[in-house]
């Protein structure tokens, strides 16, 4: 019996990342969420949650902090991080133009949370096939 592929979800907003992680599972995947602000003081933590999870999706809230940008660097820039393919989400206006450009904006599109779901799931495929 195959499991359903794993989405790790980083996200600032913890009730936000409970609700993409429901939506998710729906979609018939496993998701776990970590809270930003906890991984970016403790980046072993995130090492540790791919490594523990190896997940094939990551969904990765791009908040208007300034670590959020640095420490997508370091993840993606690991061994672990650099597996699994990443979905930018944004929750809040920020300079950071030419990542918001990846991203989808759960702010702004009432369909955000669907396009969401279908970026994932196909990304989890897509890596499935792979």
Do not use: N, W
């Not at 939506?23 to 018939?28: C, L, P, V």
């Not at 640095?70 to 393919?85: A, D, E, I």
């Not at 991203?103 to 702004?108: G, K, T, Y």
């Amino acid at each position: 019996m195959q499991h359903p592929a794993v989405v790790a979800i980083i996200h600032e907003d913890e009730a936000v990342a409970r609700s993409l992680a429901e939506e998710i599972e729906a979609s018939g995947l496993r998701a776990v969420t970590a809270a930003l602000s906890s991984l970016v003081v403790a980046p072993e933590e995130a090492l540790a949650l791919f490594a523990q999870h190896d997940p094939r999706v990551v969904v990765y809230d791009v908040s208007p902090h300034d670590e959020s940008v640095p420490f997508l660097t370091f993840l993606r820039g690991t061994k672990v991080g650099s597996r699994p393919t990443f979905v930018l989400t944004t929750t809040a206006e920020h300079e950071h133009e030419p990542l918001l450009r990846e991203a989808i904006d759960l702010r702004s599109c009432p369909h955000a949370v669907d396009t969401l779901v279908s970026a994932v799931t196909r990304a989890a495929s897509a890596r499935r096939a792979a």
